[in-house]
């Protein structure tokens, strides 16, 4: 809410422009304070398809917004997780959200045949007086494939409009539908003249309520279903029959705000210039295909808001200050990891599921996720790990908005994504400098369903029949009762094209032979050292290693193992601290006789570059370093000493 600084740096103020300011800054403040009514907006939302729309629809909305708004959702349980960690995590200022659970309503809904695409979930609007809390009056109802062009508040004071009768606001449909002539033997549901469209409505619900609305709706419905025996428009032929009937409830809106885009409207008619318009409902199967002269405006304008950088809707109101500032002000701006610092306490918008995500548990408990993380420059690594990996996988990906968008593109396109539902893609919005690796990671890792993980890295290609060996190799190593870290020993090749090794005969040649290499052979051996190779080459049963400094093996956990260290972001130590605290809390490390993962070649990621061209980079990563041991010895005490002593003899 809005407040008044009142500390003492206000009250010795001694400049009258100052004060000044002050007065007037205080008078807007109460001028808002006045006009800005909470506007309540209620959206039907189910799946993973329509929760990603609906932020478009939401975008859209507080582009154009002056006002607080309270988002209603009646959602099924995928876009309850959905959109309920969005929200938290976009962090806008004057936005409220409340969730309530469709499958409650279901049964009122239920005994309606409805042919139309959006199934039982197209009838909920009906239930809203039900749904919705008993002390809301009124509310704006809208579909998912809604792009606002205008305030939403001016759509709220056509409430004011209505007589004392009217209980709902709605515009004329734009297509021929309920004149009855599409087609021989068409025979649409009763409305008035072309009938109303649902895709926007203003419902008075306190009216609603007190006309016994709910009553009402079904006898309609039951009436006209003895004849039509289905609905063919979902809800809308419901309102429409129930309207023919009452045409003294409803309050006709202008149609610009609900201009249909489907293939036989009139929606030209509706305007005579495009900025007359204020609302766009992609109301067509087809969507963004629709033959309309003004649909290159009306896509460009979609399109905005679909790529539009969320992070910017963060705006304040009216001077309320947000949390976010709060934690700035304690931070050291002279100190020369200042950025690292505030990368920690950033907030990053998070989108879970950002595709269509099936998978059933097995009843064996012995699945795997594997768990990585990614951004635009490696999605042509997803076909290839896909093929390679048959099991789960938990994938984050960091991105803007308009690379998400194309992301979305690219999956849709590639018939190895699109066939495989088992894939959880999960969206961390880009934000700040850096690379929060160990954050995106997190997200990757506390998404995934099964008990055990693999954490692994985007870049690896693992063997044919990993996903298998593991499930046996979790089973064989009694990983339910133990605390073990199976190592999957990594392998490189710098040949971008590779006919991978079918076998671990078929890779110790390629090894002797020089087309494959052990991982960081050339760079950085200390990585992966402790596996062993020499001894892995014989090797036929799994052998535990001990813990040395800067290991960072790619590993199998159960997945209630710790969390990645989110303090390190860009290049450097980011799993180097995740393998420490695994040693910390005494994991055995195992190293696998039958696995192994091969690293194919790309260029350098940027922040590998900035680190190796940057002293400052290098000191700030020293500095974090230092402060993780020290949560690690306050954390373990004098267990984790040797971390220190192996850190200090490097």
């Not at 806008?92 to 239920?110: G, N, R």
């Not at 734009?174 to 072309?194: E, F, I, T, V």
Request: aromatic share 12%; net charge neutral; hydrophobic share 40%.
């Amino acid at each position: 809410g809005w407040t008044a600084k009142t500390g003492s740096e206000d009250c010795c103020r001694t400049h009258l422009a100052e004060h000044h300011q002050d007065t007037n800054h205080l008078v807007m403040s109460m001028f808002y304070r006045l006009k800005a009514v909470l506007i309540h907006v209620a959206c039907v939302c189910a799946g993973h398809n329509a929760s990603r729309d609906v932020v478009t629809l939401v975008k859209s909305i507080l582009f154009h917004r002056r006002n607080p708004l309270h988002f209603h959702f009646i959602t099924d349980a995928v876009a309850n997780q959905i959109l309920s960690l969005l929200f938290q995590s976009w962090m806008v200022p004057s936005v409220q959200v409340s969730f309530y659970d469709a499958d409650e309503l279901k049964s009122e809904v239920s005994w309606i045949p409805n042919k139309h695409y959006s199934g039982i979930y197209g009838l909920m609007k009906l239930t809203l007086t039900k749904a919705l809390p008993s002390d809301l009056t009124k509310v704006i109802v809208l579909d998912t494939d809604i792009t606002f062009a205008t305030d939403i508040a001016e759509l709220w004071a056509i409430f004011k409009k209505f007589t004392d009768k009217q209980v709902i606001g709605l515009v004329e449909n734009q297509s021929d539908w309920y004149l009855g002539n599409l087609w021989k033997n068409h025979k649409p549901w009763p409305a008035l003249g072309r009938g109303f469209n649902t895709g926007v409505i203003l419902l008075y619900l306190e009216r609603l309520r007190r006309i016994g609305w709910e009553q009402m709706w079904r006898l309609t419905a039951e009436r006209e279903l003895m004849s039509m025996l289905s609905t063919s428009l979902a809800d809308q032929d419901i309102f429409n029959a129930f309207i023919k009937q009452n045409p003294v409830l409803v309050h006709q809106l202008p149609c610009f705000w609900n201009v249909q885009l489907s293939d036989h409207t009139r929606s030209e008619q509706c305007y005579t210039e495009v900025s007359d318009l204020k609302v766009i409902h992609w109301n067509s199967p087809k969507k963004l295909r629709v033959k309309n002269k003004h649909v290159e405006f009306f896509r460009n304008l979609y399109l905005t808001f679909l790529e539009y950088d969320g992070n910017l809707l963060r705006r304040e109101l009216f001077g309320c200050p947000t949390q976010l500032q709060g934690a700035l002000e304690e931070l050291d701006e002279d100190d020369q990891c200042y950025d690292f610092r505030r990368e920690r306490i950033t907030v990053h918008r998070v989108h879970l599921y950002f595709l269509q995500y099936e998978y059933t548990l097995t009843g064996d408990e012995t699945d795997i996720t594997l768990v990585a993380q990614l951004s635009m420059d490696r999605l042509q690594m997803l076909e290839a790990i896909c093929k390679h990996w048959e099991g789960p996988i938990s994938l984050a990906l960091y991105m803007s908005d308009a690379e998400a968008q194309q992301f979305l593109r690219y999956a849709q396109a590639s018939e190895v994504l699109k066939n495989r539902k088992n894939v959880g893609y999960h969206i961390v919005y880009k934000e700040g400098q850096f690379y929060p690796v160990n954050l995106v990671r997190n997200v990757a890792l506390r998404n995934a369903n099964t008990p055990y993980v693999f954490l692994a890295d985007v870049d690896f290609l693992p063997m044919y029949g990993l996903y298998d060996y593991l499930r046996k190799s979790v089973v064989q190593l009694d990983m339910a009762h133990a605390k073990k870290a199976l190592v999957v020993p990594a392998f490189e090749t710098l040949r971008y094209r590779l006919s991978f090794p079918k076998s671990k005969a078929e890779l110790l040649s390629m090894l002797d032979m020089g087309t494959l290499y052990t991982f960081r052979y050339h760079v950085w051996t200390k990585g992966h050292a402790p596996t062993n190779y020499a001894k892995w080459r014989t090797a036929t049963t799994p052998y535990k290693v001990e813990w040395e400094a800067d290991f960072e093996p790619y590993v199998v956990v159960r997945r209630d193992c710790p969390e990645y260290d989110q303090r390190f972001v860009g290049f450097g130590w980011n799993k180097v601290s995740h393998i420490m605290e695994l040693d910390a809390q005494e994991y055995d490390l195992m190293i696998l006789p039958n696995a192994f993962m091969v690293h194919m070649p790309h260029a350098p990621s940027f922040d590998i570059s900035k680190f190796r061209s940057s002293p400052g980079y290098r000191y700030c990563l020293q500095t974090l370093k230092d402060e993780f041991h020290q949560d690690l010895s306050r954390k373990y005490g004098a267990a984790a000493l040797k971390y220190l002593t192996a850190q200090r003899n490097i």
